[in-house]
């Protein structure tokens, strides 16, 4: 059955009228439709191609043909109840079972990052028999009211923090508390974390879990200091909690050099729980909790039985063991150290030729461009970030994203095929939008005999499009 197609205009105007207006469009002052994709390109309704910077959900690439075979194949024989006795989901957790440390051995799948940070939060409170949670400034843990609650990123603009929520101060070594010339920001920023606990203790409360992102990607592509996450586990354990690494956004190789985000922080460390989403399923709605024995018996024992009709079942399970067979068939961890160590030194190159550019960090295929009107105070420079957003789409057709608590992080995590040449393009085309605002900038300040500082480049009163 062949369905209808839409003009562009047409599927606006029905959008606007049936879906909430909550559920905001990118671009939505002039929205692409797009219709097909492939590996990293997206295409539109005209065929024109663009470059997919966004997303880090479709992991191995766009409509790769081994998931849309495996999926195929096994809708064809079987989709059904995850209650009934099947291989795949025992298949995919072995698997995924091998890529962790040893004693992150018990597996719950569910359908989303959201509900795997739920469970996440029940496992955590139902083991230490604890309410409290300690969350980093600035993030996002997922929609539902409970993942709400531990993130301030969203809770500040709602109902607000509430009494058993704890934040603590991201880990920023570019504008943060303790920034790059501190002698030990790891220790230091753990040690923020030793004092809310102590401040939590005085309150006569007791914490059940430290939540966190392995790489913070809302707060703004942050790369947390070497040695950080073991101070704060050791903290956290000692208080009577467990240690949460939210893999969502970060796992699966993403970071090039290791499978797991956290393991960035040394072959030491190891959370009590993990969280996984978006990629693993390359789009198709497929998550995961992994965590202990101790944790899960802790959970069995409350009497109470966990059930998730379809997480983990046949259909998703067969598209999660092809993602893995292709992340190692092609080398995608290896791919993604390569083009992000190149991506990541063409903008640290640009960075000397542009004032605007703050900061450049990552780590493999999550890198994040800081743009500030001033270096040295580090205002940041949120309405160029947008115009950046703007003209890259509009001029390049090239899809990028801001984040970071004032907007002003462009940020690529592209699918994890993203080349060498894609990389390369990505760059020559900021480079010439960051160009052509300086010189837009000099120019309005010559003809206003304004004085001559392009430190401020960029968040100027003009529009550039």
Request: net charge negative; with cysteine.
């Amino acid at each position: 059955m062949a369905f209808e197609k839409l003009r562009k205009e047409e599927t606006l105007a029905m959008r606007k009228r049936l879906i909430g207006q909550s559920c905001r469009l990118f671009y939505s002052d002039e929205p692409v439709k797009i219709i097909k994709a492939r590996g990293q390109y997206l295409f539109d309704e005209n065929d024109k191609r663009y470059l997919d910077c966004i997303s880090n959900v479709h992991h191995v690439g766009h409509c790769h043909p081994s998931i849309t075979k495996a999926a195929a194949e096994q809708m064809d024989l079987l989709n059904t109840n995850a209650r009934f006795l099947h291989d795949n989901i025992v298949m995919y957790a072995d698997r995924l079972a091998a890529t962790l440390p040893e004693k992150l051995c018990v597996f719950y799948f569910v359908n989303s990052g959201s509900e795997a940070n739920d469970l996440a939060l029940r496992l955590a409170q139902q083991y230490t028999q604890h309410q409290d949670v300690i969350v980093l400034d600035h993030a996002y843990h997922g929609h539902l009211m409970s993942l709400i609650d531990i993130s301030p990123y969203k809770f500040r603009k709602l109902a607000g923090q509430k009494e058993w929520v704890h934040v603590a101060p991201l880990p920023d070594t570019y504008r943060g508390i303790y920034r790059e010339d501190h002698p030990n920001p790891g220790q230091a920023y753990a040690d923020t974390v030793k004092d809310l606990i102590e401040e939590v203790h005085r309150k006569g409360r007791k914490i059940s879990a430290f939540f966190a992102e392995s790489l913070p990607s809302v707060g703004g592509q942050i790369i947390l200091p070497q040695g950080y996450s073991t101070k704060v586990a050791e903290y956290v354990r000692s208080a009577g909690g467990v240690f949460v690494a939210d893999e969502v956004q970060t796992g699966f190789g993403r970071v090039g050099s290791h499978f797991w985000a956290f393991q960035l922080q040394g072959e030491g460390f190891c959370p009590d729980i993990v969280t996984m989403g978006k990629p693993m399923g390359n789009g198709h709605p497929l998550a995961c909790v992994a965590t202990t024995v101790e944790i899960a018996g802790a959970f069995t024992a409350n009497g109470v039985e966990y059930f998730n009709t379809f997480g983990g079942n046949p259909v998703s399970c067969a598209i999660g063991l092809a993602v893995l067979d292709v992340i190692e068939k092609e080398d995608l961890r290896g791919n993604a150290t390569r083009v992000g160590a190149h991506l990541k030194d063409l903008l640290t190159k640009l960075q000397t030729q542009h004032q605007i550019i703050g900061d450049v960090r990552g780590v493999g295929l999550f890198v994040g461009l800081e743009l500030v009107s001033d270096r040295d105070q580090k205002t940041p420079a949120t309405e160029t970030a947008a115009r950046v957003v703007k003209r890259y789409r509009k001029e390049d057709q090239i899809c990028v994203s801001t984040d970071g608590p004032w907007e002003n992080v462009v940020k690529f995590k592209p699918p994890m095929c993203f080349s060498m040449e894609d990389a390369e393009l990505a760059v020559r085309c900021i480079d010439r939008i960051l160009t052509d605002q300086t010189s837009s900038f000099i120019s309005l300040r010559t003809c206003c005999r304004l004085p001559l500082n392009t430190d401020h480049c960029g968040d100027s009163v003009f529009e550039m499009d």
